[in-house]
């Protein structure tokens, strides 16, 4: 598997398939927002794009299957270097595989003969079974954190507009919790503190985290000099974070071991080589296209964890995500999710069997309200979690599953350096030394994280 060395910023891209094509169903180039108006008005929030999921071990090329059952113009992931898709640049591609995990993205006329093929073959099973793939609608995903206004207000510089859409596209929230409960320490946030990650021998150093979010300040005094590889799969938008959420994750899971902006300690993995994939947008939504784009692109540069504090409120498991998951795997590489923040069963993509769900915990080792249940692998600290914010904030603090999983992508990098675990074995090592707390498996899984 070919990977990059680590260096400041990739952002490379050429258009290799000529001109934008324009239909009636989003092209593979389309805008998010028209992504978001065709998925505001589809009851099932489907965006008219197709996702599919290739059968394991299918002999013939990916390419002549797209070309003969959809009549695609295709493209390859691995057409662009270190598989960093960029979406503006493909142009009349009308199919889109992502080579390490055996997934495709159709647009436009593809995607309209793939809903005739769909169609017409709804209920015969006998001729579904004969396809070498599956097709299954695309989606939008959203951020995974609590009170999202907490921070904006704090973040006024960014723009109006950031504020308005992600409240707009964050369709229930659950209650607030109180911001006091949080119970940091003088020298570490209360979650490294319970956690007892400070208390580990290890950095993380050699190990590469993937965080798939809304990306990352890259002029933030805490991640100054750190080893950074960052993509964007928005169109038109920076890896640079305009919202907030993904350096306050990507603080958590990766971020100093001595903050230059204060105390207390926030940051677990701090030694860390991380790879910044923007795959949900300044205000905080991402088609399916994405996710899978930024997980095809952190496989190929050699992420053994990655952390997808996104998801939607779908309960049915999602074919794609799943596979996504087996693939990364297959390739020593364990994706964590957050469970949600519904306080009902987990969405997608973390209720997929092959990604590790977290669920969130409460400082007094109670069920975070807002956390979902039911399909979770393991729960850490969700509510009042202190961590990086992009300037002039700086830090503060935010509720949600998001703020769990990466309790849990960091102390797995920690595992995966000192431990050589990978994949599968990390992820069951990480279940058997979790801390079991007193509440129902549903909401906690093996227990709380520990180092």
Known sequence: MARKDMGERNTDARSKFGDTPSNDIPSLTASLDELLDHATLDPDGHTGR???????GIETDTSEIMEQAFSATPAHSHDFGEDAVDFSALGTADAL???????AVLGGPAAAAANEISESADGDIAETMERPYVLVPETMEFIMAMDPASY???FRAASDRIATDLLDNMPELAPEL???????????TWGLSVTRAPLSPFTGRGIRVAILDTGLDFGHPDFVGRRILAQSFIAGESPQDGNGHGTHVAGTACGPRVPR?????YGIA???DILVGKVLSNAGSGPTASILAGINWALQNGAQVINMSLGNRTRTPALHYNQAGQRALAQNSLIIAAAGNFNEPTGQPANSPSIMSVASITSTMQKSTFSNHGKVEICAPGSSIDSALPRPRLRGFLNGTSMAAPHVAGIAALQSQGRALRGIALWRHLQATARRLTLPTAQQGAGMVRS
């Not at 197709?50 to 394991?56: D, G, N, P, T």
């Not at 109180?178 to 570490?188: F, M, N, P, Y």
């Not at 902006?261 to 300690?265: G, L, Q, Y």
């Open 50 to 56: 197709m996702i599919a999921v290739f059968a394991e």
């Open 97 to 103: 595989t992502f080579d390490n995990l055996g997934i």
């Open 152 to 154: 904006l207000r704090g």
């Open 178 to 188: 109180d911001l006091d409960e949080g119970a940091d320490t003088a020298s570490v």
């Open 261 to 265: 902006t204060s105390a207390p300690r």
């Open 270 to 272: 701090h030694g860390c």
